[in-house]
């Protein structure tokens, strides 16, 4: 999958916003605008995977939302640099890049966090009653968290939006984003990396993916689970 004169990130933009990042306390975290190159951007809005019976139903006490993953797996599923014809072509072209070194050397300068690999992937979709509850994972000190999102239109104070707080505690949110077209929330994991979304009451469809990136050695495995893990060759 050819990506080499594609101009998919607006990495200008990101790096602009580098700096407030890396210095935020008590965890990094940033709200980042005009993520994609605009033409880009849109090709993937167009062909956002339409809600149907492939998507996966997740419900539960701390969360109703519906989850769709690239080759189609969902549980403890490590992602690879592997095509799917499920999706379109920018999407796969996307998915592609994000295993390329330019694209990790890039979110590694962003971030000062030292991740090599792409662990998940997968499409996020929320609809009226969909929420998540605020939650840490807390998993490692070499794991980011993006979510990316694909709507048009939404209203400013309508819930859908990833929150931020240091707790998992809803009332100590600090910040939430409105603007979901073509934006994207980005975490470093650690102790005070709480965020949630609140619960969504209007006929809406909140399109996003969540994609972690994380440090991966063949010898000791994922930073966030000290056990080897072997990875699919390419």
């Keep these: ?69 690239w080759t189609g797996e969902h549980t403890d599923h490590i992602s690879n640099d592997v095509e799917d014809s499920n999706f379109s072509e920018s999407w796969n072209q996307f998915h592609h890049y994000l295993f390329s070194e330019e694209f990790l050397s890039n979110i590694r300068k962003f971030s000062g966090v030292p991740v090599n690999r792409v662990k998940h992937f997968a499409f996020t979709l929320l609809t009226r009653g969909g929420y998540q509850l605020p939650h840490i994972h807390n998993v490692g000190p070499s794991t980011l968290i993006l979510m990316l999102y694909f709507n048009k239109n939404w209203k400013k104070g309508d819930p859908g939006g990833t929150y931020v707080t240091p707790e998992e505690d809803e009332s100590k949110m600090i910040f939430e984003p409105y603007n979901l077209n073509n934006s994207t929330i980005i975490f470093h994991d650690g102790p005070h990396a709480g965020h949630g979304v609140r619960y969504i009451t209007k006929d809406v469809e909140r399109r996003a993916i969540q994609i972690y990136f994380e440090k991966y050695s063949p010898e000791t495995g994922w930073s966030a689970y000290p056990i080897k893990r072997e990875l699919q060759e390419i």
């Design 1 to 69: 999958m050819a990506t080499k004169n594609l101009e998919i990130i607006n990495w200008k933009n990101i790096f602009a916003h580098a700096r407030t990042f890396q210095e935020q306390k008590p965890t990094k975290w940033g709200f980042i605008e005009e993520f994609f190159t605009s033409d880009f951007y849109e090709k993937l809005y167009e062909t956002y995977p339409k809600k149907d019976d492939s998507w996966f139903f997740e419900s539960a006490e701390d969360k109703s939302a519906y989850r769709k993953w």
